[in-house]
């Protein structure tokens, strides 16, 4: 059966069309009948829909002229490469999507190394050639000098009108390798599957590729089977974590689940597992069938290297009641969201809560939005930042996460933090204003490439701080939106930082508390407090906005009080019955700020919009 499937996935750049692409194939193959088929199909999520961009992974299953064609719809920003690395591990083919009227793009890259590391087989399509900007034999042109292809293999396509999507699908058919079932050992012998079926010998290994956790079924692991089948039914073993169980339903994606009662070799689908816990599933995972009597020696596939998750925020429930409905809903998302780490945090003001890491700015905003809406969590997300490592003068290190847990400078040798090798393409016409930027941010240019006359490849290292905040919207701005990045971790290298507290009405908010560079101190300092003063509503006390190092204000703000009219009831008379309705006024708001009644409600997202401005 396995000369008659063909796995493959879509790579390519944030917003060059692989899910409208996705949709076009959906319904020329006739996967999903006409009149249920809706935009961006594959796109689960209403987040994905609403911001117009793939977060998740999504395989299907197709149909096309006797051949069973497994799609993996992959995302396509820098913040969701992990999901990528993933997808093709389970497939033997790749569709290089390229924007005729953008080139190729950063993300572009990225993906094609990542996809050629695991040698695939390239299939470069020019996507979008309906557009009125559409520039075809220019972007041919990027993508025979990027791959040493023929102008001949290049597909040209549109997934919205559905042009090219037919010849996609016969190349991939044509060109793409049928799975192959992997070597076994057997006591002293090296065995195919078909040779360990003429023994008796029934055998199972599939990769974890993605997992899910559904509220009725539990964990649901989806899996590429490299070696024999599994049947429902079937008693299975994890590798990693010896967790064993039972595969309550087995079957294929359509996009909906549907049942098959069986997987063979070569063959995408998924597995109820019946585990309850998300620990006990992990992705990456090989799964077996629970062992035998027999003299077959099973090694783990090859998983995925460990994930390094570059931005770091704490995250606590508003409602100290709620620690443990956040704690489920994390393990849950963890579930289908490899990337992410977590561990248990405390903070003496904001309670019981957890210190995440991820891959991006935007991987936080889509996890704190996926609590908010899917679990109906009310939370409070500290500014995020990156991980340091602490050289003590006892001649010990320490990795530290948290700018709350930054120890007493008296104690530091040194600090370094985390630096990447940055890859940005841009039009040449952009070249001084892009390196202007980096300057700024103590980039250290290395070298130019040239894509094409007009195109090129920029290669920096910079500090992952430095790209944290603004760094995405600054080069759109100075590129008029053309320029596009993409980074990987290099190495930690020696910083000159400090701890910077904030108090707001006298009141140190550990949410907001940063690690800073010296010389920038008071500029950063400057920023927050009039940030917080932009974002606060009035209160009817003064606020003192101050930003401190080591208990000395570096930066401070003032939001006045809201003062209500007291003396609208007085109509003329004697002014001194004025002056003793304002002085009452004002030893009322002085006695709240004593009594503690006046401190301020921080909004939950304020803390990201005050990282943005």
Known sequence: MENKIRNFCIIAHIDHGKSTLADRMLEITGTIEKRKLKEQILDRMDIERERGITIKLQPVTMEYQGYILNLIDTPGHVDFTYEVSRSLAAVEGAVLLVDASQGIQAQTLANLYLALDQNLVIIPVVNKIDLPTANVEKTKKEIIKLLGCNEEEIICSSGKTGEGVAEILATVIKKVPMPKALIINYGNLALTDKELKEKNVDVLRALIFDSNYDEYRGVVAYIRIFNGQIKQYDKITLMATNAKSEALDVGIFKPEYKATGKLVTGEIGYIITGFKSVSECGVGDTVILTKKENKLDIQPLKGYNEIKPMVFAGVFPREGNEYNELREAIFKLKLN??????????????????????????????????????????????????????????????????????????????????????????????????????????????????????????????????????????????????????????????ADVVKMDISVAEEQIEALTIIVYRDEAFKRGKEIVNALKETLSKEMFVIKLQAMIGGKVIAAERISALRKDVTAKLYGGDVSRKRKLLEKQKRGKKKMMVSGKGSVKIPSDAFIKILKR
């Not at 010990?396 to 985390?418: A, H, L, V, Y």
């Not at 930027?437 to 500090?463: A, D, F, M, V, W």
Request: charged share 25%.
């Open 337 to 494: 969201d490899a990337a992410l780490i977590y561990e248990q945090e405390h903070s003496e003001a904001l309670g019981f809560g957890f210190r995440c890491g991820f891959l991006g700015l935007l991987h936080l905003e889509i996890f704190q939005e996926r609590l908010k809406r899917e679990y109906n969590l009310d939370l409070i997300v500290t500014i995020p930042s990156v991980a340091y490592k602490i050289y003590y003068k006892k001649n010990t290190e320490e990795i530290i996460r948290s700018p709350q847990k930054f120890p007493d400078p008296s104690e530091i040798e040194k600090i370094k933090e985390p630096w990447v090798s940055l890859d940005i393409i841009t039009p040449k016409d952009y070249l001084g204003a892009i390196m202007n930027l980096l300057q700024n941010k103590r980039g250290i240019y290395k070298n130019t490439e040239y894509l094409n006359e007009s195109r090129i490849i920029l290669h920096y290292e910079i500090s992952m701080v430095a790209i944290l905040t603004d760094f995405y919207d600054k080069i759109k701005s100075v590129s008029s939106g053309y320029a596009s990045i993409n980074y990987e971790f290099l190495e930690y290298r020696l």
